[in-house]
């Protein structure tokens, strides 16, 4: 064996010297808890009241359960928490909101449903001492799709939003949002092309607000607002096709051929079919294949002024 004569290096706290590290200067202001100012807590007239203040980009593990296979998985939240403050207080108390969620999550991922959202947004509202508290958490969803043919099963996924808030007077709101991709095909392509006809990749972002009617243990909203997009698709998007699939998809996607001022229209019907939705904004934008830029459409409306 060859042997290699290694170099003699100075410890590391040696080197650390050499890199520039200096001894501690004198220390003057307080150690203990108790006796250190409290900046954020100083009340006095600060000019405005302040909307939202808190944390933002916040990632986390979360939990979910899901409609569609698997039916529980961890995934990363991006969390945004806020409340407002009164004008005459100077700051929030920032580290209660990452207290609060690591106390929830178990030491493990916090648990995010409708239910235990309620109860962290109360038991937040309470220890900022404020009177209302905004959440927002998005995270990827994964769900099991299988070929239309072979039945082979690959895992897809779509972005998930929930928008949750609570204040003292009003009480909870929530609105979620699901982004999904699916595939469409041109119309105008078909109609005019003697074969063929040009398709793309499109983007459905779907928002609502949910009514008293959601019941968590009977429905997932994630899964049906990706339902919504998909079944109205000329076809779905895979993980997995194998030749007999990819005929399948393509035939299928001849079939239905979809605008994007389409996707919106027969995805607010089914929207509008839906009775936990009391208002919702659909938008499709689609990468096209023929430009180098994108169709877009959006569609807002409120049910509650039908009535
Ligand atoms: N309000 C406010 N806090 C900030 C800002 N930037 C950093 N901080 C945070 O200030 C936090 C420490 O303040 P607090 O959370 O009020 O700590 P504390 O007063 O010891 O906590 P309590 O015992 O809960 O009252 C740290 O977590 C910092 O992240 C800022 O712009 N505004």
């Given at each position: 064996?060859v042997?290699?004569?290694?170099?003699k290096?100075?410890?590391?706290e040696?080197r650390?010297?050499?890199?520039?590290?200096?001894?501690?200067?004198?220390?003057?202001?307080?150690?203990?808890?108790?006796?250190?100012?409290?900046?954020?807590?100083?009340?006095?007239?600060?000019?405005?009241?302040?909307?939202?203040?808190?944390?933002a980009?916040?990632?986390?593990?979360?939990?979910?359960?899901s409609?569609l296979?698997?039916?529980?998985?961890?995934?990363?939240?991006?969390?945004?928490?806020?409340?407002?403050?009164?004008?005459n207080?100077?700051g929030?108390?920032?580290?209660r909101?990452?207290e609060?969620?690591?106390e929830?999550?178990?030491?493990?991922a916090?648990?995010?449903?409708?239910?235990?959202?309620?109860l962290?947004?109360?038991h937040?509202?309470?220890?900022?001492?404020?009177?209302?508290?905004?959440?927002?958490?998005?995270?990827?969803?994964?769900?099991?799709?299988?070929?239309?043919?072979?039945?082979?099963?690959?895992?897809?996924?779509a972005n998930?939003?929930?928008?949750?808030?609570?204040?003292?007077?009003?009480?909870?709101t929530f609105?979620?949002?699901?982004?999904?991709?699916?595939?469409?095909?041109?119309?105008c392509s078909?109609?005019i092309?003697e074969?063929?006809a040009?398709?793309?990749r499109g983007?459905?972002?779907?928002?609502?607000?949910?009514?008293?009617?959601y019941?968590?243990?009977?429905?997932?909203w994630?899964?049906?607002?990706?339902?919504?997009?998909e079944?109205?698709?000329?076809?779905r998007i895979?993980?997995?096709?194998?030749?007999?699939?990819?005929?399948?998809?393509?035939?299928?996607?001849?079939e239905?051929?979809?605008?994007?001022?389409?996707?919106?229209?027969l995805?607010?019907?089914?929207?509008?079919?839906?009775?936990?939705?009391?208002?919702?904004?659909?938008?499709?934008?689609?990468?096209?294949?023929?430009?180098?830029?994108?169709a877009?459409?959006?569609?807002?409306?409120?049910?509650?002024?039908d009535?």
């Amino acid at each position: 064996m060859v042997q290699i004569d290694r170099k003699k290096l100075p410890s590391k706290e040696e080197r650390h010297k050499l890199f520039g590290s200096v001894e501690p200067g004198e220390r003057t202001k307080p150690t203990e808890k108790k006796d250190m100012s409290d900046l954020q807590n100083v009340k006095k007239d600060f000019l405005f009241k302040i909307d939202q203040v808190g944390i933002a980009n916040v990632k986390h593990p979360i939990q979910i359960e899901s409609g569609l296979v698997p039916k529980q998985q961890t995934t990363i939240g991006n969390f945004e928490m806020t409340s407002s403050i009164k004008q005459n207080h100077k700051g929030t108390n920032m580290s209660r909101f990452t207290e609060l969620l690591h106390e929830y999550s178990n030491g493990h991922a916090f648990p995010i449903s409708i239910s235990k959202l309620k109860l962290f947004m109360k038991h937040l509202t309470d220890k900022l001492e404020q009177n209302d508290v905004k959440i927002s958490v998005t995270f990827p969803w994964f769900f099991e799709r299988k070929g239309p043919a072979s039945g082979l099963p690959g895992m897809n996924y779509a972005n998930a939003t929930i928008e949750a808030s609570y204040d003292v007077e009003n009480g909870y709101t929530f609105y979620v949002t699901l982004d999904g991709a699916i595939t469409t095909l041109c119309p105008c392509s078909k109609e005019i092309s003697e074969y063929s006809a040009h398709n793309q990749r499109g983007n459905v972002s779907i928002r609502v607000l949910l009514n008293q009617q959601y019941d968590e243990q009977a429905s997932d909203w994630k899964a049906d607002l990706l339902e919504a997009a998909e079944s109205n698709a000329s076809a779905r998007i895979h993980p997995v096709l194998k030749r007999p699939d990819e005929k399948m998809v393509t035939e299928q996607a001849y079939e239905n051929p979809r605008f994007v001022e389409d996707i919106v229209r027969l995805v607010a019907a089914d929207l509008y079919e839906m009775e936990y939705v009391d208002q919702f904004t659909v938008t499709c934008q689609n990468e096209e294949s023929i430009h180098l830029h994108d169709a877009f459409a959006k569609i807002t409306y409120d049910k509650r002024e039908d009535q």
